[in-house]
């Protein structure tokens, strides 16, 4: 059971990581997604083509509101739909150049604010402190 020098450093630590995400989001073009488009784009990057029921069970959503999602999507470039490869009841959704070319900008402006807010901020013995607590914090994440 954790004591209580512990509970506060897991609320400190939340709320850190909480602020630092909010950062990164407004660092980059990532905050023209709603939260359920930016997970719908991740699992496509990560996983590949989708339909919507998979992407709706992965992201336990209802097919109807992923359906709205992944439209969205779709009308501004970043998705396109093709035939499923053995349903052909079916369309799977994937990436588009612009979804791609998208994805890395937000992935660079968030690394680019990221290395320069450590670069700027922190003193290079708060920087070693920060790669050592970065490697307790993967430690923390792992299954």
């Given at each position: 059971?954790?004591?209580?020098?512990?509970?506060?450093?897991?609320?400190?630590?939340?709320?850190?990581?909480s602020?630092?995400?909010?950062?990164?989001?407004?660092?980059?073009?990532?905050?023209?997604?709603?939260?359920?488009?930016?997970?719908?784009?991740?699992?496509?990057?990560?996983?590949?083509?989708?339909?919507?029921?998979?992407?709706?069970?992965?992201?336990?959503?209802?097919?109807?509101?992923?359906?709205?999602?992944?439209?969205?999507?779709?009308?501004?470039?970043?998705?396109?739909?093709?035939?499923?490869?053995?349903?052909?009841?079916?369309?799977?959704?994937?990436?588009?150049?612009?979804?791609?070319?998208?994805?890395?900008?937000?992935?660079?402006?968030?690394?680019?604010?990221?290395?320069?807010?450590?670069?700027?901020?922190?003193?290079?013995e708060e920087?070693?402190t920060?790669?050592?607590?970065?490697?307790?914090i993967?430690?923390?994440?792992?299954?």
């Open positions: 059971m954790p004591d209580k020098e512990q509970e506060r450093l897991a609320t400190d630590l939340r709320a850190a990581l602020q630092l995400m909010r950062h990164l989001r407004v660092a980059s073009s990532d905050g023209e997604f709603t939260p359920s488009q930016r997970a719908a784009l991740s699992r496509i990057e990560t996983d590949g083509p989708a339909t919507i029921a998979a992407l709706a069970r992965a992201e336990l959503v209802r097919p109807q509101s992923m359906r709205l999602t992944v439209g969205a999507l779709e009308e501004r470039g970043i998705l396109v739909r093709s035939p499923h490869p053995t349903d052909g009841r079916q369309v799977v959704f994937s990436l588009t150049a612009e979804g791609r070319r998208l994805i890395d900008a937000v992935r660079q402006a968030k690394h680019n604010w990221l290395a320069v807010a450590i670069a700027d901020r922190l003193t290079p920087q070693r920060l790669a050592e607590a970065t490697g307790l993967r430690r923390l994440t792992q299954e």
